[in-house]
């Protein structure tokens, strides 16, 4: 007989590799010397295996474990981590095994035993340790002395509990759980299938004898099974099978509190039999276990699927509200950063005075842009020191700079008579307006303001979302939102950084400290931060939801006192959108036009000097040779300036053509040439490229260029009188303005009086398209063409409406005014359609010859 056991560990890599002994191991074991069998062997297995075959499915892959009928088997928990198989399969390293083996924890059930037998309480021998990794255990095979302290195996299980009961082992992986033993009354089935332990077993009666049937065995009531069971730990519920399942063979389901108790059921109770006088019946019953995943209840799962109309809303509210509380102050921050420059270190001293001095250096001279406008600013002073005076009132309105593209509008306000105020917002409409879907509008308006994070892209994921969950629910959830809401969003935000940074400005030890916010506000007017909106109205024809949106957000920062806000638009009709904004409220308006003929040379002759007046003295010692004292062509400038006018962009650009090496009448040429190309493509031939969807027709523009050709104004009445605008005319007129071809200037009680060329650079565009005799002659031929379906149209509905008087049975003598008023109309429309022929070939007769 064995003296100790020998514990055997294998190793070939298993789906979930255990601790394991080869049968090759145990043959030898049994055969080989006292002394070596002394030696024991805790590993965890290896990633290699040098066997194959394993205990880990029973002695020669059975599932079961042989005993000799003098032996008994015992069965040890909490031996092994049972969470160790989370872990099983990856490559641990080998200090592990020695902390986690049982001789290392003190689990080791030969040592327990050993330990037991040298107090004299246990008449035993153990033979063999087969451990079960998975299950946290381990199985040891004894015999009994022939002392006969212990007669049969409850004896021995008594006996083994009682001393672990005064001597408790706890491993250090488990201190509040001791190590348990019992033993085992069934035969157990070891496995090596996938399976893990649970707290559930599933407990199936079978008969005892093979062959007998199903039916035959004896289901056991909730009382005899928690009788069976209860030994093994603690129950927290008893699931019978429903009394008219018809599931073969028949079931119960033991819920035990902590999973060591299931595995010492069910190791120690699978197979056992259920005699008669333990209600198996006459044949017996067979308790077979194994482990069951419990299904846990998911009623609040299941409770927020089957109510999607009041879960989703939820939802819709909490992620709002979490967004509000995380985003909204980030987002604040921000705006405030983008308005105040803190986080521009370009605006930070020390990197002006390096560049400064780097400049200096490389003698770089200031941007073209600036150069001659001293004398622009000098003509605008009265608006510059106007806009200035305005922003120290309290009124609460708005402050609208208009005119014409290439006015300097943006410089005056921002360059000069904002130039010292540091609080200052400018926002450009003109992307914003430009951009194509809302993501990129949303994108765009909060790139104006610093507002960031935006998830713009979030707006039509969200909004598919919303689609889906309203087909499914019938109910709007609020996920997706508008480009309106996003807009109020990124305006209400930035009004709360507004506020802010005027508060801020604010001391505790002003004499007016008592007073509230708002009282604060509107005491100091000059305390407030400046929002410029510029392009406001561009391409407004495209919709208003962007401007309206603005002009809303603007009326509330200037009746709330939160902000200055000043309008720059390029829109005559402005008043329009701004009054929807501010009903009762007059605005303050600057218009600027093109400067006189005096400043537009100056400014010329000041660009021209620039160059010459940054670059270092001649070594020489003499002077600078400036271009306005030594150019001997510079005298054209008075005849060139009358041509190109007052506005701005058209006298820079003169002044680079002049300093490119051109003569100021070459140049003025070369710019007349590409004003009138510019309107052939954008105002005559580019209406038809637009497919129709612009307002006014290649006709009807160049009955205007023809008009204005010959006189630089004409009335507006007078035009509106024309055959060629008889429909729609005050559209085509303001649509025409608004692509700035023309200028209308309103006269007596704001009406519009005068009609004139949109830049002053048209005007001898428009006399040099209409000497083109070949373009006059088409597009004229254009006009007559339909001028004569006008015409026959007219003739069509007389005739008409003349045969309809003749087919009277009677002819009342009250319709022959009528009818001589149509015969009438019907001839001069006949006149004018014969007139126009005559017109037609003459000018088919000149396409017809001339290139």
Same mark, same amino acid.
């Given at each position: 007989?064995?003296?100790?056991?020998?514990?055997?560990?294998?190793?070939?890599?298993?789906?979930?590799?255990?601790?394991?002994?080869?049968?090759?191991?145990?043959?030898?074991?049994?055969?080989?010397?006292?002394?070596?069998?002394?030696?024991?062997?805790?590993?965890?297995?290896?990633?290699?295996?040098?066997?194959?075959?394993?205990?880990?499915?029973?002695?020669?892959?059975?599932?079961?474990?042989?005993?000799?009928?003098?032996?008994?088997?015992?069965?040890?928990?909490?031996?092994?981590?049972?969470?160790?198989?989370?872990?099983?399969?990856?490559?641990?390293?080998?200090?592990?095994?020695?902390?986690?083996?049982?001789?290392?924890?003190?689990?080791?059930?030969?040592?327990?035993?050993?330990?037991?037998?040298?107090?004299?309480? !246990? *008449?035993?021998?153990?033979?063999? $340790?087969?451990?079960?990794?998975? =299950?946290? @255990? /381990?199985? %040891?095979?004894?015999? &009994?002395?022939?002392?006969?302290?212990?007669?049969?195996?409850?004896?021995?299980?008594?006996?083994?509990?009682?001393?672990?009961?005064?001597?408790?082992?706890?491993?250090?992986?488990?201190?509040?759980?001791?190590?348990?033993?019992?033993?085992?009354?069934?035969?157990?089935?070891?496995?090596?299938?996938?399976? !893990? *332990?649970?707290?559930?077993?599933? $407990?199936?009666?079978?008969?005892? =004898?093979? @062959? /007998?049937? %199903?039916?035959?065995? &004896?289901?056991?009531?909730?009382?005899?099974?928690?009788?069976?069971?209860?030994?093994?730990?603690?129950?927290?519920?008893?699931?019978?099978?429903?009394?008219?399942?018809?599931?073969?063979?028949?079931?119960?389901?033991?819920?035990?509190?902590?999973?060591?108790?299931?595995?010492?059921?069910?190791?120690?109770?699978?197979?056992?039999?259920?005699?008669?006088?333990?209600?198996?019946?006459?044949?017996?019953?067979?308790?077979?276990?194994?482990?069951?995943?419990?299904?846990?209840?998911?009623?609040?799962?299941?409770?927020?699927?089957?109510?999607?109309?009041?879960?989703?809303?939820?939802?819709?509210?909490?992620?709002?509200?979490?967004?509000?509380?995380?985003?909204?102050?980030?987002?604040?921050?921000?705006?405030?950063?983008?308005?105040?420059?803190?986080?521009?270190?370009?605006?930070?001293?020390?990197?002006?005075?390096?560049?400064?001095?780097?400049?200096?250096?490389?003698?770089?001279?200031?941007?073209?842009?600036?150069?001659?406008?001293?004398?622009?600013?000098?003509?605008?002073?009265?608006?510059?020191?106007?806009?200035?005076?305005?922003?120290?009132?309290?009124?609460?309105?708005?402050?609208?700079?208009?005119?014409?593209?290439?006015?300097?509008?943006?410089?005056?306000?921002?360059?000069?008579?904002?130039?010292?105020?540091?609080?200052?917002?400018?926002?450009?409409?003109?992307?914003?307006?430009?951009?194509?879907?809302?993501?990129?509008?949303?994108?765009?308006?909060?790139?104006?303001?610093?507002?960031?994070?935006?998830?713009?892209?979030?707006?039509?994921?969200?909004?598919?979302?919303?689609?889906?969950?309203?087909?499914?629910?019938?109910?709007?959830?609020?996920?997706?939102?508008?480009?309106?809401?996003?807009?109020?969003?990124?305006?209400?935000?930035?009004?709360?950084?507004?506020?802010?940074?005027?508060?801020?400005?604010?001391?505790?030890?002003?004499?007016?400290?008592?007073?509230?916010?708002?009282?604060?506000?509107?005491?100091?007017?000059?305390?407030?931060?400046?929002?410029?909106?510029?392009?406001?109205?561009?391409?407004?024809?495209?919709?208003?939801?962007?401007?309206?949106?603005?002009?809303?957000?603007?009326?509330?920062?200037?009746?709330?006192?939160?902000?200055?806000?000043?309008?720059?638009?390029?829109?005559?009709?402005?008043?329009?959108?701004?009054?929807?904004?501010?009903?009762?409220?007059?605005?303050?308006?600057?218009?600027?036009?093109?400067?006189?003929?005096?400043?537009?040379?100056?400014?010329?002759?000041?660009?021209?000097?620039?160059?010459?007046?940054?670059?270092?003295?001649?070594?020489?010692?003499?002077?600078?040779?400036?271009?306005?004292?030594?150019?001997?062509?510079?005298?054209?400038?008075?005849?060139?300036?009358?041509?190109?006018?007052?506005?701005?962009?058209?006298?820079?650009?003169?002044?680079?053509?002049?300093?490119?090496?051109?003569?100021?009448?070459?140049?003025?040429?070369?710019?007349?040439?590409?004003?009138?190309?510019?309107?052939?493509?954008?105002?005559?031939?580019?209406?038809?490229?637009?497919?129709?969807?612009?307002?006014?027709?290649?006709?009807?523009?160049?009955?205007?260029?023809?008009?204005?050709?010959?006189?630089?104004?004409?009335?507006?009445?007078?035009?509106?009188?024309?055959?060629?605008?008889?429909?729609?005319?005050?559209?085509?007129?303001?649509?025409?303005?608004?692509?700035?071809?023309?200028?209308?200037?309103?006269?007596?009680?704001?009406?519009?009086?005068?009609?004139?060329?949109?830049?002053?650079?048209?005007?001898?565009?428009?006399?040099?398209?209409?000497?083109?005799?070949?373009?006059?002659?088409?597009?004229?031929?254009?006009?007559?063409?339909?001028?004569?379906?006008?015409?026959?149209?007219?003739?069509?509905?007389?005739?008409?409406?003349?045969?309809?008087?003749?087919?009277?049975?009677?002819?009342?003598?009250?319709?022959?005014?009528?009818?001589?008023?149509?015969?009438?109309?019907?001839?001069?429309?006949?006149?004018?359609?014969?007139?126009?022929?005559?017109?037609?070939?003459?000018?088919?007769?000149?396409?017809?010859?001339?290139?």
């Amino acid at each position: 007989m064995l003296s100790r056991p020998v514990w055997h560990t294998a190793g070939r890599r298993l789906p979930l590799p255990e601790l394991s002994r080869t049968t090759h191991s145990i043959l030898y074991a049994r055969n080989r010397p006292a002394s070596l069998l002394n030696q024991r062997l805790w590993t965890v297995p290896g990633r290699y295996a040098t066997t194959s075959t394993t205990l880990q499915a029973g002695e020669d892959q059975t599932g079961h474990i042989s005993a000799a009928p003098n032996e008994g088997l015992l069965f040890f928990n909490n031996v092994f981590p049972i969470q160790i198989r989370k872990i099983l399969g990856l490559p641990i390293p080998r200090l592990l095994d020695k902390i986690i083996s049982p001789t290392g924890s003190g689990t080791d059930p030969n040592v327990i035993l050993e330990r037991a037998r040298a107090k004299g309480s !246990l *008449p035993i021998n153990a033979t063999e $340790v087969l451990p079960r990794m998975r =299950e946290g @255990g /381990a199985f %040891v095979k004894y015999t &009994v002395d022939d002392s006969g302290a212990a007669s049969s195996d409850s004896d021995v299980e008594k006996l083994l509990q009682g001393y672990l009961n005064d001597n408790p082992v706890k491993p250090w992986w488990s201190p509040f759980r001791r190590v348990e033993v019992s033993v085992v009354k069934g035969r157990p089935w070891i496995e090596d299938l996938m399976r !893990l *332990p649970t707290p559930r077993l599933r $407990v199936e009666f079978v008969p005892a =004898e093979p @062959g /007998a049937g %199903v039916s035959e065995a &004896v289901e056991l009531s909730q009382e005899q099974l928690f009788e069976l069971f209860r030994p093994y730990g603690k129950l927290s519920d008893i699931v019978v099978q429903p009394p008219d399942s018809k599931v073969l063979p028949k079931f119960a389901y033991l819920d035990f509190a902590g999973l060591p108790n299931a595995t010492m059921a069910k190791n120690c109770m699978h197979g056992y039999v259920l005699t008669e006088a333990l209600g198996g019946g006459k044949k017996g019953t067979v308790v077979r276990l194994k482990y069951e995943a419990k299904i846990k209840p998911r009623w609040f799962k299941d409770w927020l699927f089957s109510h999607p109309r009041i879960v989703i809303p939820v939802l819709a509210a909490i992620v709002a509200t979490i967004t509000v509380a995380i985003f909204d102050p980030i987002r604040t921050f921000f705006v405030k950063a983008h308005i105040t420059r803190t986080l521009h270190f370009e605006d930070n001293k020390w990197y002006k005075w390096i560049k400064g001095y780097a400049t200096d250096i490389f003698h770089r001279r200031k941007q073209e842009d600036d150069d001659g406008m001293e004398a622009i600013w000098d003509d605008r002073k009265g608006n510059i020191e106007q806009i200035q005076t305005w922003l120290m009132e309290t009124a609460d309105t708005f402050i609208i700079v208009q005119g014409p593209r290439g006015t300097g509008k943006r410089e005056l306000v921002v360059d000069q008579a904002l130039q010292d105020v540091k609080l200052k917002a400018v926002i450009d409409c003109k992307p914003i307006q430009e951009a194509r879907g809302d993501s990129a509008t949303i994108s765009a308006a909060a790139m104006a303001v610093g507002y960031k994070p935006v998830f713009s892209w979030m707006n039509s994921i969200s909004g598919m979302i919303d689609m889906a969950a309203q087909g499914a629910t019938g109910v709007k959830t609020g996920f997706s939102e508008t480009l309106e809401s996003q807009l109020n969003k990124i305006w209400n935000t930035t009004t709360t950084a507004l506020r802010q940074i005027a508060l801020d400005s604010r001391d505790k030890d002003d004499k007016d400290a008592n007073l509230g916010d708002d009282e604060w506000l509107e005491a100091h007017p000059e305390r407030r931060p400046v929002v410029i909106i510029d392009n406001f109205l561009h391409k407004s024809q495209e919709g208003g939801i962007v401007y309206d949106k603005i002009a809303d957000w603007a009326a509330r920062l200037t009746t709330t006192n939160v902000a200055h806000v000043i309008f720059l638009t390029n829109d005559v009709s402005f008043s329009k959108s701004l009054s929807k904004a501010l009903p009762d409220r007059v605005f303050r308006q600057i218009s600027l036009s093109d400067c006189s003929p005096d400043v537009a040379k100056r400014f010329v002759v000041k660009h021209l000097d620039a160059d010459v007046e940054d670059e270092p003295a001649p070594k020489d010692g003499s002077e600078k040779k400036l271009p306005s004292r030594h150019r001997t062509d510079l005298g054209e400038l008075d005849t060139c300036i009358d041509y190109l006018g007052g506005r701005l962009t058209d006298l820079e650009f003169l002044a680079r053509r002049i300093k490119s090496g051109e003569t100021p009448t070459k140049a003025v040429h070369e710019m007349i040439d590409q004003s009138a190309s510019e309107i052939l493509k954008m105002y005559i031939f580019g209406a038809e490229d637009e497919g129709g969807n612009r307002n006014w027709n290649a006709e009807q523009a160049w009955f205007l260029i023809k008009k204005l050709a010959k006189v630089e104004s004409i009335r507006y009445n007078e035009v509106m009188l024309d055959d060629t605008l008889k429909s729609g005319g005050d559209n085509v007129l303001r649509a025409l303005e608004q692509a700035e071809l023309i200028t209308i200037v309103s006269g007596a009680n704001g009406r519009p009086s005068t009609i004139k060329p949109g830049k002053p650079v048209y005007y001898p565009a428009f006399k040099r398209l209409t000497e083109d005799n070949v373009l006059r002659s088409r597009l004229d031929l254009a006009i007559l063409t339909n001028l004569t379906k006008i015409e026959s149209a007219t003739i069509d509905k007389c005739e008409n409406e003349l045969l309809l008087l003749s087919q009277l049975r009677s002819q009342p003598a009250q319709t022959m005014g009528r009818v001589q008023y149509l015969l009438d109309k019907m001839m001069v429309s006949q006149q004018k359609v014969e007139k126009y022929e005559g017109e037609m070939k003459g000018l088919k007769k000149v396409l017809g010859t001339e290139y």
